[in-house]
């Protein structure tokens, strides 16, 4: 047990200051001591030890004297002072604002400025009586009045706010920020006209009953029906498109107004004679031409080809290019006789083959072709683009090994009999492991995470990457030490000496963590 320093308790207790001073070297002083130093209580202040009985600590400012709260760093007495978000007040007042103490009873807060006059209501940061001033969005009117326009009070008997614009006479309507009379005027979109009508057009107003509105423009005379921006009378006239024609028609093409029962209207072009169909934006007879793809032919044919007509009795068309002779297949844009020519790939070969390699056709009782390559003489298998005999040689990994061996090691052929692969490195010795791309014995060494270890004794453990025997030494957190029974972090340690607390290991009489 370690010896009991008699000043440090001296300096805990003064009410034992006198029984310390004269039983110091007896056992009852001992005994005393003990007793003191279980009932004193001590505690840290930043670096500092106090007594919380004599001295208080506000947020690791130590003051000489004991108050019980804390202002900031400063302890003071609640009963006599008063702290306002952090400052401290020389007096004891109910409220704060801002940090400022004061009695509501006398004055009066409004957003953290303190006014020296007690007022019900607050106007920004300042108090007012509610019952002789008006507030208007934070500006403070001097007379009373039962409503606002912008920050301007006003008496909505005798005045008119019209978008937050005050109008010095009363009026029932608003005009944008001008108050008017509705049974006299008119409102058009913002702008006042100075008559009553019944309708708008854009901001004029206007009579329906003699006047027509197309499109926002204003027309003098009346008509049922509108063409843009103009009135007009559909009995006599005609639209298309927004363009007016000055005669009727029942029909449009484009913007002109014609007749559908003699002339014809192809793609917004009118032609002028009457036929039944159209191509592109010619009108023809399809009983006489053909059409093909927008072109006209001035000939009747059944099929198409492009744009050109033809009688696919005695041609050909082959994506869009015309043969000038009847075949039964095409190869590409070329047509041919299948029973005299072999077609590989958009390509034709003037020979009949029944097999294709890439573009070329071949006979495959005598060739082989292996990825598009084509090899002049006949095997069973292909090494990337190479046939073999697999018989006499070994593909790995298309790498072609001129030897018979059983198994692949990466693109290299071997005998598992005499040689080890390990992660695709062929070893030359037969081994029973790998440890990562080496091959060992067992019984010689050791394989942790990789790395191989020569095996010593009982190395049957692995440290991260380092072997060891646990007689001997510990594993802690794959960090190796001297043998203990328990673990602390990375480190070992006996718990008769040691605690760990939270990863930090401490002497054994210091329980608490």
Known sequence: MEMVNIETVIRYSKTNLEKMITCKETFT?????????????????????YSPAYKTCCNGVLNQEWGRSCCGTVAYNPAYKSCCNGVLNHKKERSCCGTVAYNPAYKSCCNGVLNHKKERSCCGTVAYNSAYKTCCKGALNNEWNRSC?????????????????????????????????????TCCKGV????????CCGTVAYNPAYKSCCNGALNNEWNRSCCGTVAFDPAY??????????????????????????????????????????????????????CCKGVLNHKK????????????????????VLNHKKERRCCGSVAYNPAYNTCCKGVLNHKKERSCCGTVAYNSAYKTCCKGVLNHKKERRCCGTVAYNSAYKTCCKGVLNHKKERRCCGSVAYNPAYKTCCKGVLNHKKERRCCGSVAYNPAYNTCCKGVLNLKKERSFFCCGIVAYNPVYKSCCNEVLNRKMRSCCGTKSYDRAYNTCCNGVLNRAWERSC
């Open 237 to 290: 006239k005609s639209c298309c498109n927004g363009v007016l024609n000055h005669k009727k028609e029942r029909s449009c093409c484009g913007t002109v107004a014609y007749n559908s029962a003699y002339k014809t209207c192809c793609k917004g072009v009118l032609n002028h004679k009457k036929e039944r169909s159209c191509c592109g934006t010619v009108a023809y007879n399809s009983a006489y031409k053909t």
């Open 29 to 49: 002083a001992l005994l005393l001591c003990f007793a003191l130093i279980e009932n004193t209580h001590a505690d840290v202040c930043e670096n500092a030890t």
């Open 149 to 185: 326009c912008g920050t301007v009070a006003f008496d909505p008997a005798y005045k008119s706010c019209c978008n937050g614009v005050l109008n010095h006479k009363k009026k029932r309507s608003c005009c944008g920020t001008v108050a008017y009379n509705s049974a006299y005027k």
């Open 301 to 320: 044919e059944r099929s198409c080809c492009g744009t050109v007509a033809y009688n696919s009795a005695y041609k050909t068309c082959c994506k869009g």
């Open 192 to 199: 006042l006209n100075h008559k009553k009508e019944r309708s």
